[in-house]
């Protein structure tokens, strides 16, 4: 038996400059971290001849070419294998649909499982890429490169998106206090709706392949916002990083009507009253977690359970992907 895991991730600059449509012709930055939350693939070789795989769904095909999962298809065919005799199965620690990343680290911890069954060594840039291959080139989705990069490396990293496609990842130069305190000061918040990422990313993909002015400005500002994270975290000035997720929310919020709705604004503007310096929706939009910076933890936690939202504690994920079983 196999086990692999992948973590999920949270974004703290640059948000959406990492699609193609954007970093093609203006190159793109986002700081992502990565945290301890995971998705995990299980690989059991088995005497039946079938491929089972066990997700949301359960699915046992003969044929490679009959199985519906899309990223398990295309993954089994990129790493040689045809399916029999093994079983699959995935778990997550968060449900798919709330802004952390989880398809790009389950493609991340798949591959990673499938290679250890054919005893490959494979490099976790070389893993991020072949996971994009996958998403991007191959399914034709509109996501970009932050979550498999980040599933496949974890850290607090900065990834550069040259327009070549190459992708240039760098841990930040955080001290060891500069990291526990923003640990300490950033919370997350399950706002209870969940949403697919695709409807909005298509319509920001949509507006920067046609030259958008409104959507290609909103884009370079957000990527300048992600250089002054990355300047701010550097020089340890955290109450500065707070105040840039404010603004990064707001000018979020522009890209689509569809990237908030009045309860969470109004959770928003809790959070605000109660100790947050600044926060946003994680990921596409739409739905999933908030994050906030605090300045005052405790306060905020208080308004925000008693208004009915969950909390999910969590700290920061340095090994990306790996092995736990094998």
């Not at 029999?84 to 709330?98: F, R």
């Not at 070389?126 to 080139?137: G, N, P, T, W």
């Not at 526990?180 to 920001?204: C, H, M, P, W």
């Not at 009507?257 to 739409?286: C, F, H, R, T």
């Amino acid at each position: 038996m196999i086990i692999a895991r992948s973590p999920l991730r949270i974004t703290l600059g640059g948000g959406g400059t990492d699609l193609p449509s954007y970093y093609r012709e203006h190159e793109g930055l986002i700081i992502a971290a990565a945290i301890d939350r995971y998705i995990y693939i299980t690989l059991h070789q088995t005497f039946v001849e079938d491929l089972i795989v066990k997700y949301s769904k359960l699915e046992r095909v003969t044929s490679l070419a009959d199985l519906q999962h899309p990223i398990i298809r295309e993954a089994l065919n990129i790493v040689g294998l045809d399916g029999s005799y093994l079983e699959i199965t995935s778990m997550a620690d968060i449900p798919a649909g709330t802004g952390l990343g989880s398809s790009g680290s389950f493609t991340i911890a798949l591959l990673k499982a499938l290679h250890a069954i054919r005893k490959n060594l494979v490099a976790p840039q070389e893993l991020a890429e072949q996971a994009c291959h996958i998403e991007i080139d191959r399914l034709r989705e509109p996501v970009g490169k932050q979550d498999q990069y980040i599933a496949a490396l974890g850290g607090v990293t900065c990834l550069r998106f040259l327009r070549d496609g190459r992708v240039e990842a760098q841990p930040l130069n955080i001290s060891e206090e500069t990291l526990n305190n923003l640990e300490d000061s950033l919370v997350l918040f399950f706002t209870g709706y969940s949403r697919q990422a695709s409807q909005i990313l298509k319509e920001q993909d949509d507006k920067t392949k046609s030259e958008d002015d409104s959507m290609l400005s909103n884009l370079h500002y957000v990527k300048q916002m992600g250089i002054r994270s990355k300047e701010a975290l550097e020089a340890g000035r955290l109450l500065d990083l707070g105040e840039i997720l404010h603004e990064h929310w707001r000018h979020k919020k522009g890209r689509s009507k569809d990237m908030s709705n009045p309860q969470i604004d109004e959770w928003y503007e809790l959070a605000l009253k109660n100790g947050a310096v600044g926060g946003k929706l994680v990921g596409a939009g739409g739905g999933g977690f908030l994050m906030f910076y605090t300045r005052d933890k405790i306060r905020l936690r208080s308004a925000l359970l008693n208004a009915g939202l969950r909390e999910v504690r969590f700290r920061f994920d340095f090994a990306g992907a790996k092995i736990i079983v094998q």
